[in-house]
């Protein structure tokens, strides 16, 4: 199974830009897809954005579309989540998320077979 670590998170102003890492360890990256979901305070897990193995696939829900950008560098075993023009409805707990599939990207977090603990990202008004 995978392991994965989320880094980056913080306090941000309204505006603000953060980047989100996530390093992957204990199996080859490559072979899976990775995600992004959210827990906002007092409210459901969320999805937030998708790639595919390579990259050259991704997905976004679209409140975050045109502000949040995924990427991954499989050489560094790492997907980031860069994300521009915040706002305090994006404060939640950021975790990062790994499906055992190269090619097929979802947004249902039951599908994902490993996660990550979690980053606390806080975006003030």
């Known amino acids: 199974q995978v392991q994965l670590v989320e880094s980056g998170g913080g306090l941000v102003q309204a505006g603000g830009s953060l980047r989100l890492s996530c390093a992957a360890s204990?199996?080859?990256?490559?072979?899976?897809?990775m995600g992004w979901f959210r827990q906002p305070p007092g409210k459901e897990r969320e999805f937030v954005a998708a790639?595919?193995?390579?990259?050259?696939?991704?997905y976004y829900t679209d409140p975050v579309k045109g502000r949040f950008t995924i990427s991954r560098d499989n050489a560094k075993n790492t997907v980031y989540l860069q994300m521009n023009s915040l706002k305090p409805e994006d404060t939640a707990v950021y975790y990062c998320?790994?499906?055992?599939?190269?090619?097929?990207?979802?947004?249902?977090?039951?599908?994902?077979?490993?996660w990550g603990q979690g980053t606390q990202v806080t975006v003030s008004s």
């Open positions: 998320a790994a499906r055992r599939s190269k090619y097929s990207i979802t947004y249902n977090w039951d599908e994902y077979n490993a």
């Open positions: 204990g199996r080859t990256f490559s072979n899976y897809a």
């Open positions: 790639i595919n193995w390579s990259g050259g696939s991704t």
